[in-house]
């Protein structure tokens, strides 16, 4: 942690025994890691993401990876925001599913960005090397629920359910 993402994923990848390419033109990787990293200076908390003028065609700078039918295992570092998923790039990745199915993928919308990193990493090379789909489906589905659900969705209306209530309330 605090260090640049890049940084960040290097140091994961190694941890996890794998390898960065190099350049272009090496062996085709054995997965690909797509990163959802913030534009602002400072990363703003999951539950405080701007809910309009965003869309799922904000990510189309994935569907080269995603829409290969022969791309192996696809990770998707969720790291826009901290402390939970983007929820615009989880309904991408959703408008994508049936295609790519959830035994292609790894997902992780962490707290952090290493912590992000270093699941999604791990999960997809477990997942190149062993093809687990049901065990993997099955964690994907509960990042879902816990980064997306959770950490963005129910902590951000209980954010605004809060700051709605007086401060001189019983309640």
């Known amino acids: 942690e605090g260090q640049p993402v890049i940084d960040t994923r290097v140091d994961q990848v190694a941890a996890a025994c794998g390898v960065v390419p190099g350049r272009q033109g090496d062996a085709r990787p054995s997965l690909i890691l797509l990163v959802n990293n913030f534009s602002e200076e400072h990363q703003l908390e999951a539950p405080y993401q701007p809910m309009t003028n965003r869309s799922i065609a904000d990510y189309a700078m994935f569907d080269e990876s995603v829409n290969d039918p022969a791309a192996p295992v696809l990770g998707f570092a969720d790291n826009r925001y901290s402390n939970g998923a983007d929820i615009f790039f989880v309904k991408y990745i959703e408008s994508k599913a049936p295609a790519l199915g959830m ?17 999604v990493i791990g999960n997809a ?17 509960l990042r879902f629920v816990e980064d997306m659900n959770w950490q963005a969705i129910t902590r951000q209306s209980l954010q605004n359910y809060i700051a709605q209530v007086p401060t001189d309330s019983p309640q």
């Open 125 to 141: 090379i477990v997942l190149n090397f062993f093809r687990k789909t049901i065990p993997n489906a099955s964690f994907n589905i």
């Open 103 to 119: 035994n292609r993928i790894a997902y992780a919308g962490w707290n952090t960005d290493g912590n992000t990193l270093g699941t």
